[in-house]
């Protein structure tokens, strides 16, 4: 099972980046996927997922407005637009991988089965 992600990186206030995670290794339209982040010395977050056909998405209030998760089974990908970026948007971004028949709860780590390496998303004021 591997979930690698890309797309991170520096930008300036008010800009825009989009993240990519590939799965691969297991069924990837049975799965729930979420996007996680941890800034240094912080605790990590939950900060968007999608059900496995793309029908719902769940948002953290932080980012609710700014960031659009996204998914394409064909492709077994999941994506994260994010806009607006705000330097306390700074942190690694984790992808993560929830079997549709479990819990669903969405925002909750513990729940998820399989996660990425992450990748850094830094922005500058």
């Known amino acids: 099972v591997q979930l690698v992600e890309s797309g991170g990186g520096l930008v300036q206030a008010g800009g825009s980046l989009r993240l990519s995670c590939a799965a691969s290794?297991?069924?990837?339209?049975?799965?729930?996927m979420g996007w996680f982040r941890q800034a240094p010395g912080m605790e990590r977050e939950f900060v968007a997922a999608?059900?496995?056909?793309?029908?719902?998405?769940y948002y953290a209030d932080s980012v609710k407005g700014r960031f659009t998760i996204s998914r394409d089974n064909a492709k077994n990908t999941v994506y994260l637009q994010m806009n607006t970026l705000k330097p306390e948007d700074t942190a690694v971004y984790y992808c993560?991988?929830?079997?549709?028949?479990?819990?669903?709860?969405?925002?909750?780590?513990?729940?998820?089965?399989?996660w990425g390496q992450g990748t850094q998303v830094t922005v500058s004021s």
């Open positions: 999608i059900t496995w056909s793309g029908a719902n998405t």
């Open positions: 290794g297991f069924t990837f339209s049975r799965y729930a």
């Open positions: 993560a991988a929830l079997p549709s028949s479990d819990s669903r709860d969405y925002a909750n780590g513990n729940a998820y089965y399989y």
